[in-house]
C-alpha cells in the first residue's frame, strides 16, 4: 500500500507563508489533491492535481508537487486559516490520506 | 446548490448492521462517481469504498474485510452503504463524497456533512 506522511503540525506568524508537506514515495508520478477541515465540519477541496485551485478558494492557496514532497502553500496566513489540512492520492483502486496536519496561526 | 446529505448514522452493538444513505441534489447524479470517506473520533479521513457511475467498478478498502456494500439507486439520487459485522473500530463520521469529473480528476469535490455511527455495547 501507498503512504502519505504528513507533519501533525504547522505553526505560522499572522500574515506570514505556511507550507505543509505530504511525502511520498516518487510522489511526483502521482497527482496530489488537498483539503481543508475546520473544526466540526466536512472536508473541503482546496487544491486537485498538485496545482489547480477549486472556484472560490482564494489565490493565497498553492500546491507544488516534485520527487517525493507535495507542498501545499499559504500564503498571508490568516487566522480563518486554521484547520486541518489532508493530503490524498489516488493509488491503483484505492484512495490514501495522510494523516493530517494541523495549522496553527500565531 | 450542490448538496449531499447523509443520513442512517446511530449507535449499534458490536456485530450490527446499519445502512447509511446519501442524497444528491443539485447535479446530474447519475454521471458521477461516489464515495464513502470516515473519520473516527479525533483521528484522520480514512476512504472506505468506490462505486462507478453507471455500471462501472466498485472499490472497498481492504481493512473492510468484505463487511460492508456500497450501492446506488440513480433514479432516487441516492448513494447508500450497507455495513454488517460492525466493531468499536468502525466508530466514525462517516461522509459521503463526489468524485471530480473528468477522466483523471480522482479527488472528492463535494463532500456531505457526515453521519456519526458509534458502535457500541
Known amino acids: 500500500s501507498y503512504d502519505l506522511t504528513q507533519p501533525l503540525s504547522v505553526s505560522v506568524a499572522l500574515g506570514q507563508t505556511a507550507r505543509i508537506s505530504c511525502g511520498g514515495n516518487n510522489i511526483v508520478g502521482k497527482n496530489v489533491h488537498w483539503y481543508q477541515q475546520m473544526p466540526g465540519q466536512a472536508p473541503v477541496l482546496v487544491i486537485y492535481?498538485?496545482?489547480f485551485r477549486p472556484s472560490g478558494i482564494p489565490e493565497r492557496f498553492s500546491g507544488s508537487n516534485s520527487g517525493n514532497t507535495a507542498t501545499l502553500t499559504i500564503s498571508t496566513a490568516q487566522v480563518g486559516d486554521e484547520a486541518d489540512y489532508y493530503c490524498?492520492?489516488?493509488?491503483?483502486?484505492?484512495?490514501?490520506f495522510g494523516g493530517g496536519t494541523k495549522l496553527t496561526v500565531l | 446548490e450542490v448538496q449531499l446529505v447523509e443520513s442512517g448514522g446511530g449507535l449499534v452493538q458490536p456485530g450490527g448492521s446499519l445502512r447509511l444513505s446519501c442524497a444528491a441534489s443539485g447535479f446530474t447524479f447519475s454521471t458521477y462517481s461516489m464515495n464513502w470517506v470516515r473519520q473516527a473520533p479525533g483521528k484522520g479521513l480514512e476512504w472506505v469504498s468506490y462505486i462507478s457511475s453507471g455500471s462501472g467498478p466498485i472499490y472497498y478498502a481492504d481493512s473492510l474485510k468484505g463487511r460492508f456494500t456500497i450501492s446506488r439507486d440513480d433514479a432516487k439520487n441516492s448513494l447508500y452503504l450497507q455495513m454488517n459485522s460492525l466493531r468499536a473500530e468502525d466508530t466514525a463520521v462517516y461522509y459521503c463524497?463526489?468524485?471530480?469529473?473528468?477522466?483523471?480528476?480522482?479527488?472528492?469535490?463535494?463532500w456531505g456533512r457526515g453521519t456519526l455511527v458509534t458502535v457500541s455495547s
Open positions: 463524497a463526489r468524485r471530480g469529473w473528468g477522466l483523471n480528476n480522482w479527488y472528492f469535490d463535494i
Open positions: 492535481r498538485d496545482t
Open positions: 490524498q492520492v489516488r493509488d491503483s483502486s484505492t484512495w490514501v
